[in-house]
């Protein structure tokens, strides 16, 4: 199996920078190279240390990458994959973070030159925060890390990808980029327009009086909204089916109340909790959360 011995890095936000001290940490004679299109957030990251190096030029950081890892917003992947395609060495490996993964893996196959290797992952880490100084070495510690494949992903590579992530403390799960975007619109990316919602149909001197159910419903809608908003437009499809389906049990329980059906409504909300008992259990269960 090919041996890392470099690993750049493009985008340093709390993900990038993250993985650069995780590398850093578990891996550490492999150099990491870093590389922000913001001149404040590579002096930021340097006075950081959250890489070997952060370059100053997009091109000149690839050159001799053994592995390239995208975690910048989705939407900026295509125009980077294509400034990048030139200058990556034969046998390069190219993955990303993103929370999508149906049009990177198109990307990819449509601009990286024969030799360079794709293959998607998407370690579900992170929160709320934004920015390199919230990076942390132990952020994939204990967390899912999802490795997505085509008939045409290079087999060896996703091998090298899979025990990368392993190697920062993620355990592996495996789905196709068409599987993964279905699922995480419904876990993921629903929740957040979910909890974004909750908190537009509200007026500040309303929200003041929230407690905390208010307030850990809707912290995912503290985050970046340059982030959330390519996630949504690359994941789209899926998003309106799912908008359908909370569109219809909002509706199935407005009924309810506006017929003072109270049978139907202690139904409705019987029925997520159990689903939401059992969800719990599972992930107890699985060692997933603390018991």
């Known amino acids: 199996m090919r041996e890392l011995r470099q690993?750049?890095?493009?985008?340093?936000?709390?993900l990038g920078g993250s993985i650069g001290l995780s590398v850093l940490r578990a891996l550490g004679d492999v150099k990491v190279v870093g590389y922000s299109h913001r001149p404040s957030t590579r002096q930021k990251a340097r006075q950081l240390a959250v890489a070997t190096e952060i370059a100053d030029n997009l091109r000149q950081s690839v050159a001799n990458a053994d592995?390239?890892?995208?975690?910048?917003?989705?939407?900026?992947?295509?125009?980077?994959?294509?400034?990048?395609?030139?200058s990556l060495p034969t046998g390069c490996i190219v993955t990303d973070v993103g929370s999508t993964k149906v049009l990177p893996h198109k990307w990819a196959k449509k601009i990286l030159p024969k030799g360079v290797y794709y293959v998607g992952s998407h370690p579900i880490a992170g929160s709320e925060q934004r920015g390199v100084e919230f990076s942390r070495d132990d952020l994939f510690e204990g967390a899912k890390c999802v490795i997505t494949d085509t008939?045409?992903?290079?087999?060896?590579?996703?091998k090298i990808v899979a025990d990368f992530w392993k190697r920062l403390g993620c355990s592996i799960i495996e789905l196709t980029p068409a599987e993964h975007d279905k699922i995480f619109a419904r876990v993921s990316h629903l929740?957040?327009?979910?909890?974004?919602?909750?908190?537009?149909?509200?007026?500040?001197?309303?929200?003041?009086?929230?407690?905390?159910?208010?307030?850990?419903?809707?912290?995912?809608?503290?985050?970046p909204e340059n982030v959330w908003s390519d996630i949504v437009m690359t994941n789209s499809a899926n998003l309106v089916k799912g908008i359908e389906k909370i569109i219809g049990e909002l509706e199935r329980v407005k009924k309810a109340i506006e017929k003072e059906?109270?049978?139907?409504?202690?139904?409705?909300?019987?029925?997520?909790?159990?689903?939401?008992?059992?969800?719990?259990?599972?992930?107890?269960?699985?060692k997933e959360l603390e018991s």
């Open 151 to 158: 008939a045409g992903t290079d087999a060896e590579s996703k």
């Open 67 to 86: 592995m390239v890892i995208l975690a910048t917003p989705i939407c900026a992947f295509e125009q980077i994959l294509a400034d990048i395609a030139q």
């Open 191 to 223: 929740p957040h327009l979910t909890a974004a919602s909750l908190i537009n149909a509200n007026d500040i001197e309303t929200l003041k009086f929230s407690g905390k159910g208010m307030i850990d419903t809707t912290r995912i809608a503290s985050g």
């Open 261 to 286: 059906d109270k049978k139907s409504v202690e139904e409705f909300l019987a029925k997520a909790r159990s689903k939401r008992e059992d969800m719990m259990n599972y992930k107890i269960e699985n």
């Open 7 to 14: 690993i750049t890095v493009i985008g340093l936000g709390l």
